[in-house]
């Protein structure tokens, strides 16, 4: 009987993602959603089906962009992989994963499941499926309207680790706030980090400035951005425990590549030193699954960034269209603009959704001020008012306002400026992909028309 | 050229929010009246000293830094009572209004505060969360709540307004924030200046008032963002709450 209702959830909801499809729609959620309602043990039914090793990826920022690398690894060395490479991080979405990949009868051929779990979700999903590995990226302030404060997070994040004993950890080493598991689990677990000195821009939203078993102020020897850092206790024997693999001699320009402990050297694709973490903490996991990749350069070679991660459009001017969420996100991304150096024009497009947040005090915690000398600004979104103010109060007056970032974008293009960059937050950013897609193929007309 | 001194305690715990969008309010509001603002970000390692601040300045902290906070300013409470007795200048927003009443809520138990606000803290069931809206002698005010207590203030003190869409200080009684003579508090929580300029203005003009003998003539500033920005929050909370 639960085979049969496992077949009949899988035939439905790969119809839906069919019929998703046919719609244009991006049905990464529903159609699980509906698979679960038919065959609640969908998920335990198929899990075990693995072949090899679960593995998952948490954390507030890099979640999307590391479970692709390792999704990456693990097909390019030969393997298959069930993985929900769209971002659809909660319950619903992890089913829709497993259950695409299955076959009519509810088989499963995969060797590996690769899998980003959003933090609130974690100790739900883990009751239905048990990881062999478990990535935490880092741990930032992020919707505190949703999460609540960061401790409440890690909290969250504890008992899902508790629910899978025997997983190995791939901890963030220069976090304090992931490398705590070292000393509140149990479970054995492997650590990456940098391990000199880089000048990245300060930013003064660090979490966890207090040691989180004794209360007293961390202190560092150096430390990258956030909170991330070479950090000690002056108060106990909590510091950055020493990492398994490290990165080293990091290069940003042109773009991302270091010495992997001290010996190798990894050659990126990628723009802006956050990336940097998410591919140590890829090739951490691709090393402690054995995935015997030999040459991470050539695998890099052949990544693609997924949906707007510093993602280009060839308009008559280069505009580039980046996803940020909260302060993290957007300090990095700043650090990345200022590595370039033509003349920029910023929209900044905050949306206040749900999914988005629907508190967007943290505007402050970003360090706007360090993009006043952007030749033009714009504010978009439907907080776009709070926006221009945000700019206000960082010595930017002329601003553009528009709710949509992309016709603003378009505007800044007549400036003089030479690149224009639109970053913004979650629920902005389809559409702008979206009608970014269609700017560039009208451009592309009008060019093969000798218009330009 | 006027001058005036503010204090911002524990910028280190107390910033849970954005608050330091409220520093650069006040930065930017003084800069351009031409009165030069000096700001002491003082560390929770050193001592608090009020001799010849003009506003201070409480921020919101995490729960769990909230009896640590309390704690330490308890020390210094016959100073704090001076300074409010006369008419010294200070704004607490988020859960740093609630430890200057009798009691606050924290970690889940209630605890005693300083007792410079008639009002008492207690816990409630559900958290009061989301965008709010309070008709105020100064206009409309609005931001965003976030908070498990329920404050009920006692005689003496009045409220910073009343609640248009939101909760307010217990989502009963349609108060929002606290006035004692030069002291607001607000559960609206982080950057409340940027948007209510109204509230930063006032207490600007306070300052200049207690230490300089009136309340002085300050030039509008133009942002018209800022009306717009509240005008959001205000729909926001018509359409979502259908009072």
Redesign the interface.
């Known amino acids: 009987m639960k085979q049969l209702r496992l077949a009949l959830a899988v035939i439905v909801c790969k119809l839906l993602i069919v019929a998703g499809k046919l719609m244009g729609t991006k049905s990464s959620s529903a159609p699980g959603r509906i698979a679960l309602k038919i065959c609640p043990q969908a998920l335990e039914l198929l899990a075990p089906k693995v072949k090899e090793k679960i593995i998952c990826v948490l954390g507030t920022n890099g979640k999307t962009t590391t479970n692709n690398m390792i999704n990456t690894f693990v097909t390019e060395s030969g393997h298959t992989a069930v993985c929900n490479t769209v971002g659809a991080n909660m319950l619903d979405g992890i089913a829709t994963a497993f259950i695409s990949t299955a076959g009519l009868f509810g088989s499963l051929k995969a060797d590996y499941a690769v899998l980003e779990i959003d933090e609130a979700s974690a100790k739900i999903v883990f009751d239905y499926l048990t990881p062999d590995v478990i990535v935490i990226t880092n741990l930032f302030r992020d919707q ?2 949703r999460y609540g ?3 409440e997070t890690l909290e969250q994040l504890k008992i899902a680790v508790k629910k899978a004993p025997n997983a190995t950890l791939v901890l963030n080493g220069d976090d304090p706030m992931c490398a705590s598991f070292t000393k509140s689990v149990e479970n054995p677990h492997v650590i990456f980090g940098v391990s000199e000195e880089t000048n990245q821009p300060k930013t ?2 660090k979490e966890g ?2 040691c989180l078993f004794c209360g007293s ?1 961390l202190s560092y020897n150096f430390y990258h951005y956030n909170q991330l850092g070479d950090f000690f206790c002056e108060g106990c024997d909590f510091k950055r425990p020493e990492p398994d693999f490290s990165a080293s001699n990091v290069e940003l320009s042109p773009t991302l590549s270091f010495l992997l402990n001290g010996k190798q050297e990894v050659k990126t694709p990628l723009l802006g030193f956050y990336n940097l973490y998410n591919a140590l903490a890829s090739i951490a996991v691709a090393e402690t699954v054995n995935l015997k990749i030999h040459n991470y350069t050539e695998i890099f070679a052949d990544y693609e960034t997924q949906t707007a991660r510093m993602e280009e459009f060839f308009l008559e001017k280069p505009v580039i269209l980046n996803l940020a969420k909260n302060p993290a996100g957007f300090n990095q991304a700043i650090a990345t603009l200022k590595n370039d150096p033509r003349k920029k024009a910023v929209v900044v497009g905050i949306n206040d959704m749900p999914s988005d947040g ?8 970003v360090d706007f001020e360090l993009l006043s000398d952007c030749v033009a600004h714009g ?1 978009a979104g ?2 776009c ?2 926006m ?3 700019w ?4 930017v007056e002329d ?1 553009k ?1 528009n709710e949509n970032p992309v016709t603003l974008g378009l505007e800044l293009l007549e400036t003089d400026c030479e690149v224009v960059y639109l970053l913004v937050n979650y629920t902005l950013i389809f559409d702008a992909k979206k009608e970014l897609l269609k700017a560039e193929k009208a451009f592309g007309k009008t060019i093969q028309k000798g218009e330009v | 050229m006027m001058k005036l001194t503010l204090l911002h305690l524990f910028p280190e715990l107390l910033n849970l929010y954005g608050d330091r969008g409220n520093m650069k309010v006040f930065e930017k509001r003084c800069r351009l009246r031409n009165i030069e603002l000096e700001v002491i970000s003082l560390p929770f390692s050193e001592e608090i000293d009020l001799t010849d601040v003009d506003i201070v300045y409480l921020g919101g902290a995490s729960e769990k830094d909230l009896q640590k906070i309390a704690e330490k300013l308890k020390n210094h409470r016959e100073e704090l009572l001076r300074y409010r007795d006369e008419e010294g200048v200070l704004l607490a927003v988020a859960t740093g209004f609630p430890l200057l009443g009798h009691s606050f809520v924290a970690e889940g138990a209630v605890h005693e505060g300083l007792g410079l606000i008639p009002m008492t803290t207690e816990a409630g069931a559900e958290k009061l969360i989301g965008n709010v809206a309070v008709d105020s002698p100064l206009g409309i005010l609005a931001g965003f709540e976030n908070h498990t207590g329920r404050t009920r203030l006692a005689p003496g003190a009045d409220p910073l307004g009343t609640v248009l869409s939101g909760h307010g200080n217990n989502g009963e009684d349609q108060t929002e924030g606290a006035i004692v003579k030069s002291f607001i508090g607000t559960h609206l929580s982080g950057p409340l200046l940027p948007k209510n300029p109204e509230v930063c203005d006032l207490l600007i003009g306070k300052a200049i008032q207690k230490k300089y003998g009136s309340f002085p003539e300050l030039a509008p500033i133009a942002c018209e963002h800022e009306k717009l920005a509240k005008g959001y929050v205000l729909n926001y909370g018509n359409r979502t709450h259908k009072r």
């Open positions: 505190m309207d404060e960061i401790t003064e939203t400035r207090t102020e629907i508190d967007i005090s943290w505007l402050y915690d504010a439907k907080r008012h709070d221009a103010v945000r206000f109060y960082a010595d601003v306002v």
